[in-house]
Every structure is written in C-alpha cells, then in structure tokens.
C-alpha cells in the first residue's frame, strides 16, 4: 500500500466533499469576526442616560411596540431582552429579527435597526438549512477538514522528511 498516494486520494475526495460546508462555515465565521465592527451585521449598542434601571418591562415592551419596523405586537412577538445596566439600555430582540435599543431610565427608543447576526450564526452552525444539518452535513464537513488538515500535513512533512533522511552524512574533520 502507497500511504502517499492513499493520502493524496484521501485528501482530494475530502476537499471535495466538504468545499461547500466549509466555505458557508468560512464566510459565516469572517462576518462573525467582525460583527461588532460591522453595523450591517449587528447593531452598535447605543448609551443609555443613567446606569440605574429604573423603567418597567412593560414600558421596554411598549418602547419596542411603537417601531412598527420590528413587528412587536406583545411578548409572544419578543424573542428575548438584553439589559446592559451599564450602557444604561435595553435591547429588545424580535423574532423577526429586529432589535430595538431602549433608554432603561426615560424608555425613549435610542435605535431600531436589522440584527444579522443570529442569522449569520444560524448559518455557520448549519441550523438554518435544516435541524439534523448540524449533525449530518456541518460536522461531517468539520471531521473532514481534520482530516484534511492531517493529510496535508502529511504529504508536507513527508517529502521534507524523505530528503532529510536520504541525504549525506557530513564529514567531520
């Protein structure tokens, strides 16, 4: 058996297989990078007027209700909330993917914008495409990038390897 040419062929097939995941894996993960950086990916947080909250959940809610953008119509609409007492803000996440920024002191909206962040991620981890996408496509993708890895390495080590060993020894005087 030519372990040289089984890693070659190894490497190859793997490449191939996993290109598509992998690139969807890449790129989601470059965006991710950057997120804080890219307001397009995620919205700046704003700051608040004190760092004491001081407003109720029920006026955070109504704050997020009067953004007709963000689709809040109650709770059920509200997919989580974010208080950042130190930035004096609450940032309220609907489920359609808006997020809305709320003074936690005055209740005044501070900003509404588009979040893709949890889009990006969903599509990084594979959960987008499908639930069973994680397990079946997205990890089989990341086991045959290791293998690729090793194999690369390999057929990088080998030839040097194979020089070394074959050359002359040197002669000492």
Not at 13 to 30: C, D, E, K, N
Not at 109 to 133: C, K, N, W
Not at 160 to 165: G, H, P, Q
Request: charged share 20%.
């Amino acid at each position: 058996m030519n372990w040289s040419r089984t890693h070659r062929k190894a490497h190859s097939w793997a490449a191939l297989l996993a290109s598509l995941p992998l690139l969807v894996v890449i790129v989601t993960g470059l965006l991710l990078q950057v997120k804080k950086e890219v307001v397009w990916v995620q919205p700046p947080v704003q700051k608040g007027v004190s760092t004491v909250p001081s407003v109720s959940l029920q006026k955070i809610l109504d704050s997020a209700m009067s953004k007709p953008e963000a689709g809040v119509h109650g709770w059920a609409d509200v997919d989580r909330v974010d208080i950042r007492p130190s930035h004096g803000m609450a940032k309220v996440r609907s489920v359609s993917g808006w997020e809305v920024q709320v003074d936690t002191e005055t209740g005044l909206v501070l900003q509404t914008a588009y979040r893709r962040s949890d889009f990006i991620e969903a599509m990084h981890d594979g959960s987008f495409f499908h639930p069973a996408a994680k397990l079946w496509v997205f990890l089989p993708a990341c086991v045959l990038l290791l293998i690729l890895w090793i194999t690369g390495l390999y057929l990088w080590i080998a030839p040097r390897l194979s020089r070394y060993l074959r050359r002359p020894a040197t002669q000492t005087a």
